[in-house]
């Protein structure tokens, strides 16, 4: 692929923003893509073009700077004629420019990734404000434009403000990180050169902003030398910011606590960074806001313990780490008992390094930006494009959001290709094979147990499709005999979910997915309200009739962890792990499967029937409109993928077998 970024700064510029654009470009760079980055020519001493680990990189003069941001007259003429030569463009934001990249892409054709690394946080002041308001609006533009958003944390995601109203089109990919080894010697030999032998060190690094809360540590410092006379802070960043003026706030408090701060400017070699985080007892991200902060798995993988705010997006890493302590936002007295009881107790909170990389692995991270980009590109093509619209105009009729995803993330998972051979297990009516007959020349089949539904599958799949009554639990078909196999909504029904798994796996080739959905056990309130009032007051849910809801012939519903781990069990590998929608209208399963599915079944309203979709035209005045229009519009909330222990209708996993 040919691959254009766009951002204000890049490499040598430093912020954990440029560190992240400059490993996703390297990273693709590598994999043989043709990478570009169009950027600000922030220091007259760079040159204008060069290429650096294979990432060639285009400057632009700018005329001046305003706030965090640069005038770049040229940026219309660069940005078009590059955007022509791309197959796709990632743009990171905040940028000023994002609506205009937005624009030329759609003129040109060419699809376009928005990577949100934070809301944009503004200081004090009109002129700031004004910057806020207008960088704001044209990245809103910008959104609107796009139809992928990736951001660094679920966490963060569900919590944006500025993404709330994207929800649906945002995916969360951990960003890369990668940090050396520390040298001990080394960290030894700087400690003592820098006078703490015998300090508690706490170490904090980046910019010295107001987002960044290091006053917050500042204001804590009494309270920790009064716990522990050793305490010492050492800063790494750069404290001359100049579109900002906290450091100059905090002057009274550095002043009266030098004895206790060692500056160490900015380190822009990694081996030194990950020295300094070796030499630092634990380290501080008492942030006010934070998309991610990536300086805290570089501490980790360092071998320090953080001490995080609690705030969206800055405690995911120590979340899903275990590697530190969460403390109250804005609150100085929080912050010190946590890094007190992190520096009395450190073998506690100390994880191995491997433990660390497993969880914020850069190779993952760049296959999973190379497979969104590359899904953009195909999708830009006519041919993809037209298999969309098919999609949505097969989709328009069903009423169920969950049932929707669950259709387009089954077909995502498959990846179908012409010469396929797909089984789908327990397949109902056929509403699987019926898609996925309309998309693609794949050879289909399906076996369900039930003689009723088979009958029904018949008139409505395609002639090719080969159908076969049996249970999953011994299915008729040789070992290998499947490139890919679907399991939807079936496990919950089995009295043995492992043994049929496992069948399952046995007919399904070496290298074969297995795309598996499942109801999850923490389902919205509001999607099944009466059982989930049943289960809170201790009473069996309703597994049967019009009140069944979520639970309706149901042996089991799953957790993520459940799921996890019973596909794990079954030797299969797992790829990848999603659950959505958590916003619904209430009492939405009764209303589809209880009320809406009755009317099909009597001939009430046939055309709300999903197999129907062809009969509906979506008149303005039809009320079958007005309900599916209500229900698209509470769906719009929801995220891609919802953050883990957020509660959702559905759970589904891309399985291989290895």
């Given at each position: 692929?040919k ?27 590598a ?9 600000t020519?922030h220091?007259r ?12 990189i ?13 005038v ?10 590059l ?9 990171h ?36 404000r004004f910057?806020?308001?207008?960088v ?18 679920a ?17 969360a ?9 520390p040298?001990?010697a ?7 050169t820098?006078g703490?032998?015998d ?6 690094a ?10 917050y ?31 100059d706030?905090?002057?009274p ?7 206790r ?16 985080y ?5 380290f ?5 806001s934070?998309?991610?902060?990536s300086?805290?798995v570089?501490?980790?993988?360092s ?9 969206p997006?800055?405690r995911?890493v ?25 520096l009395?107790?450190p ?25 969104v980009?590359?899904?953009m590109v ?16 097969i ?5 169920d ?19 396929d ?5 327990g ?6 094979l ?15 147990v ?6 029904r ?16 639990e011994?299915l ?16 919950e029904h ?27 056990r923490?389902?919205p ?12 007051v201790?009473?069996p ?7 069944g ?27 990848d ?18 009320v ?5 079944e009597?001939g ?5 029937d999903r197999f129907r ?6 008149s ?6 007005w309900a599916l ?15 883990e222990?957020?509660?959702t ?10």
């Amino acid at each position: 692929m040919k691959i254009l970024s766009i951002l204000t700064y890049y490499h040598p510029h430093w912020t954990g923003l440029t560190a992240f654009a400059r490993r996703i470009a390297e990273g693709l760079a590598a994999r043989g893509h043709e990478v570009t980055v169009l950027t600000t020519r922030h220091d007259r001493a760079l040159p204008a073009t060069e290429v650096r680990a294979g990432v060639r990189i285009v400057r632009m003069r700018p005329t001046a700077f305003v706030s965090r941001g640069a005038v770049l007259p040229s940026f219309p003429f660069r940005a078009a004629s590059l955007i022509r030569r791309h197959d796709v463009v990632q743009i990171h934001t905040p940028l000023f420019e994002s609506a205009l990249v937005a624009r030329l892409c759609r003129a040109f054709g060419r699809p376009m990734l928005m990577t949100h690394h934070g809301d944009l946080v503004m200081p004090a002041g009109l002129g700031n404000r004004f910057v806020e308001r207008v960088v704001v609006s044209q990245m809103s533009a910008a959104a609107r434009a796009t139809p992928w958003i990736s951001t660094l944390s679920a966490d963060y995601a569900a919590h944006s403000d500025f993404l709330r109203p994207f929800a649906s089109r945002v995916r969360a990919i951990t960003p890369p990180v990668e940090m050396p080894v520390p040298q001990q010697a080394e960290t030894a030999s700087w400690r003592s050169t820098l006078g703490l032998a015998d300090r508690k060190v706490i170490g904090f690094a980046g910019r010295f902003v107001e987002e960044k809360g290091f006053d917050y540590l500042l204001q804590a410092l009494p309270a920790l030398v009064d716990a522990e006379p050793r305490i010492h802070l050492v800063y790494a960043g750069d404290h001359r910011v100049v579109y900002e003026r906290f450091y100059d706030r905090c002057r009274p408090l550095l002043e009266q606590h030098a004895g206790r701060i060692t500056f160490l400017g900015l380190l822009r070699d990694s081996q030194q960074l990950a020295n300094f985080y070796a030499l630092c007892d634990v380290f501080a991200l008492p942030s006010r806001s934070d998309c991610f902060a990536s300086v805290q798995v570089e501490a980790m993988l360092s071998g320090t313990p953080v001490v995080a705010a609690d705030i969206p997006g800055a405690r995911e890493v120590v979340q899903r780490t275990g590697m530190g302590r969460l403390v109250r936002a804005r609150d100085p007295g929080s912050l010190a008992e946590g890094l007190l009881e992190v520096l009395h107790a450190p073998d506690r909170f100390v994880r191995p390094r491997g433990a660390i990389q497993a969880v914020f692995d850069p190779d993952r991270a760049i296959s999973e930006y190379e497979e969104v980009l590359r899904a953009m590109v195909t999708a830009a093509s006519p041919a993809m494009s037209r298999d969309a619209d098919a999609l949505a105009r097969i989709l328009r009729n069903d009423a169920d959001p969950a049932n929707r995803r669950r259709v387009e993330t089954v077909r995502e998972y498959l990846d179908l290709q012409p010469r396929d051979v797909v089984l789908d297990c327990g397949c109902g009516l056929g509403w699987h094979l019926k898609v996925i007959g309309e998309l693609s020349d794949a050879r289909l089949h399906g076996i369900d147990v039930s003689p009723e539904r088979l009958a029904r599958a018949r008139r409505e799949v395609h002639g090719r499709t080969q159908l076969a009554l049996g249970r999953i639990e011994a299915l008729p078909y040789r070992e290998g005999s499947f490139d890919k196999a679907i399991l939807s909504e079936v496990l919950e029904h089995l009295a043995d979910d492992r043994a049929g798994l496992l069948e399952v796996r046995r007919v399904v080739r070496r290298g074969g997915i297995v795309a598996i959905t499942v109801p999850n056990r923490n389902y919205p309130f509001w999607w099944d309200p009466i059982n989930a009032l049943r289960e809170r007051v201790g009473l069996p849910p309703i597994r049967r009739g019009a009140l069944g809801g979520i639970w309706t012939d149901h042996v089991r519903l799953y957790s993520r962890h459940d799921i996890v781990r019973l596909v794990r069990q079954a030797d299969l590998v797992v790829e990848d792990v999603r659950s959505f929608v958590h916003y619904c209208v209430p009492f939405a399963h009764n209303l589809v499967y209880g009320v809406g599915k009755a009317l099909v079944e009597h001939g009430v309203a046939p055309r709300a029937d999903r197999f129907r979709y062809a009969d509906n035209r979506r008149s303005r005045i039809d009320p079958l409109t007005w309900a599916l229009g209500a229900i698209d519009g509470i769906d719009r909330l929801n995220v891609t993928s919802a953050p883990e222990g957020q509660s959702t209708v559905c759970i589904c996993v891309k399985a291989r077998k290895a």
